[in-house]
């Protein structure tokens, strides 16, 4: 157990619906980092929130937004969902002591499949 | 986009022989860390080297890296059985704080 989790394990809906994942980091740690792992596409980094700024954004579609809110926990915002963006859906978290040179702790991972 | 490629995409070995992966990279890096991923579960971390080491080991696992080629080895010692998962490395940069994942070696250790 990583310490990381994250609701929704599975989620199903249609195309054009909006989600929300949710994720609470390891006690401690201020980064909070999303990915995404489809069979195509690999696993990618999305963004990262550090103590509730926006730290680094990655390959993340404009359809997608994401916060972290003051007792650090994070939310990834899905809307106008396409079949393309069924995957599973990782949150991590790293560290207090700086962004680099920390291993990140990934939760469970949210399934979405869009239908 | 991927940055990591590991190699092989697949291994499958015999319990308690040695197992061997290797991924190369594109750019320069901080750090590499390897990530262990059973059947579409959450990863785990293995290990990480930072880019001033050339070797780091802990327990049955033994990392190599060589910036001056981009890559990096890791050697599962002794397998078992519950090492089979799929294996990723993964690089953080200079720029974004987001880790850059290779593709992955799929490991099945038959028993």
Redesign the interface.
Known sequence: D?G?TQTPKHLITATGQRVTLRCSPRSGDL?V?W?QQSLDQ???????Y?NGEE?????ILERFSAQQFPDLHSELNLSSLELGDSA?Y?C?SSGAQG???N???????T?LTVL | SQQGEEDPQALSIQEGENATMNCSYKTSINNLQWYRQNSGRGLVHLILIRSNEREKHSGRLRVTLDTSKKSSSLLITASRAADTASYFCATLGGGADGLTFGKGTHLIIQP
């Open positions: 990583s990381v980064s980092y990915y690999g696993l990618q980094f999305l963004i990262q550090y730290r680094a954004k990655g390959n599973l990782f991590a962004y680099f040179n291993e990140q702790f990934f939760g469970p991972g399934r």
